[in-house]
Nanobody, 119 residues
Framework: QVQLVESGGGLVQAGGSLRLSCRASGSFSTINALGWYRQTPGKERELVAS???????TYVDSVKGRFIISRDDATNTVDLQMNSLKPEDTAVYYCNAYIVRRPREYNYWGQGTQVTVSS
């Protein structure tokens, strides 16, 4: 079985920074794409940032220039450095991973971590 365990959420004032971390554990051969999503009550979950196995990154427009996604394949982790946080960044953040357990690729979610930005 595979688990994604997140850490690093919390309460921060506007303009502050937080770093989220997600580690994959279990039995698998390869981690392909990794991403961070967020969700607020009554809204659909949205992709915030993703990083492919090649290292190619994408960001939603609202976080460009403020958030940085990075991965470490040696430790099976993906981090999201969030700077210049705004109240509208408040959400539950979820880690997502496409992981190969031969012969198939599966999609996994973390349990979610709350990020609250006060004005």
């Amino acid at each position: 079985q595979v688990q994604l365990v997140e850490s690093g959420g919390g309460l921060v004032q506007a303009g502050g920074s937080l770093r989220l971390s997600c580690r994959a554990s279990g039995s698998f051969s390869t981690i392909n794409a990794l991403g961070w999503y967020r969700q607020t009550p009554g809204k659909e979950r949205e992709l915030v940032a993703s990083v492919a196995s090649s290292g190619t990154v994408t960001y939603v427009d609202s976080v460009k220039g403020r958030f940085i996604i990075s991965r470490d394949d040696a430790t099976n982790t993906v981090d999201l450095q969030m700077n210049s946080l705004k109240p509208e960044d408040t959400a539950v953040y979820y880690c997502n991973a496409y992981i190969v357990r031969r012969p198939r690729e599966y999609n996994y979610w973390g349990q979610g971590t709350q990020v609250t930005v006060s004005s």
